[in-house]
């Protein structure tokens, strides 16, 4: 960890920063989702943050609030290969919509693909390692070098998110900052409708929470909006989000 954090806040933390400790000092309680991106942008990891994204059904509201704070903010979309191409294709109207500059497309080790999934069907017969090798290994390659990401959970999409705080520390010693994490789902869809941006092309087909093509079914009404990601199965989380302090299920 590189702790680039500003030098108010080292100098104001004897020993450990922890996310508790950063959000006193910062004085976070209570902050809209704006203000504390802009406080984590500018000031608390200036330079050292990326957003990383999925482009999929509600990503526009936090990628627009960027796009009002720092356009060339590194925005990291992790292409697994196994995306949908709507999901791709999203992708690239949402960036040029929001005029951002710095959307860096993240994608699996060839060599580590060719070595663990020459078939391309370990989603089929061990969904957890492909997730490892498709996403978690690469997000965390891509992170290095940054103390803090921001992410877009929020803890209406499903029971297993309900303790998500704005502000937390992974296990890596990394900070997560969650700006919507107490933002539902009618605010977001109010959001996306006031300003006119544009939808996720698999909403209006019932896609409440957009991954991979394999992995990700279409959801009826009044079920979470987590729950057609791995339909039928025990799994809740790609692992990019387990982290201890939630018995590995955020
Ligand atoms: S969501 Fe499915 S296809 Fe995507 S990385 Fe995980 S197991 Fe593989």
Same mark, same amino acid.
């Given at each position: 960890m590189l702790h680039r954090l500003s030098d108010?806040?080292?100098?104001?933390s004897a020993g450990e920063i922890s996310a508790s400790v950063l959000s006193n000092f910062y004085d976070l309680e209570g902050l809209s989702a704006q203000n504390l991106l802009k406080k984590a942008i500018e000031e608390m990891f200036n330079g050292s943050i990326a957003m990383v994204s999925s482009f999929g059904a509600e990503s526009v509201v936090l990628l627009h609030m960027i796009s009002?704070?720092?356009?060339?903010? @590194?925005?990291?979309?992790?292409d697994t290969q196994f995306l949908f191409?709507? /999901?791709l294709d999203y992708q690239r109207t949402v960036a040029y919509r929001l005029g951002l500059t710095n959307v860096q497309i993240i994608t699996p080790d060839a060599k580590a693909v060719s070595e663990r999934d020459p078939n391309g069907n370990l989603h089929i017969d061990d969904q957890s390692s492909c997730c490892t090798l498709r996403k978690t290994e690469p997000l965390d390659n891509a992170l290095k070098g940054y103390d803090a990401w921001i992410t877009g959970r929020k803890r209406h999409q499903a029971d297993t998110r309900n303790l998500?705080? @704005?502000?937390?520390?992974g296990d890596?010693?990394?900070?997560?900052?969650? @700006?919507?994490?107490?933002?539902?789902?009618?605010?977001?869809r109010q959001y996306i409708e006031m300003l006119n941006l544009p939808p996720h092309p698999?909403?209006?087909? *019932?896609?409440?929470?957009? *991954?991979c093509e394999p992995c990700t079914t279409a959801v009826a009404e009044g079920e979470d909006p987590r729950a057609g990601r791995w339909r039928n199965s025990e799994k809740t989380e790609c692992?990019?989000? /387990?982290? /201890?302090?939630? *018995? *590995?299920?955020?």
């Open positions: 108010d806040a080292k100098s104001s009002k704070i720092d356009k060339s903010l @590194p925005v990291l979309f992790l191409q709507e /999901t998500l705080q @704005p502000l937390e520390q890596d010693g990394r900070f997560k900052l969650n @700006p919507l994490a107490e933002w539902n789902h009618a605010e977001l698999l909403v209006a087909k *019932g896609f409440a929470s957009i *991954g692992g990019i989000h /387990t982290d /201890t302090a939630y *018995g *590995g299920q955020i």
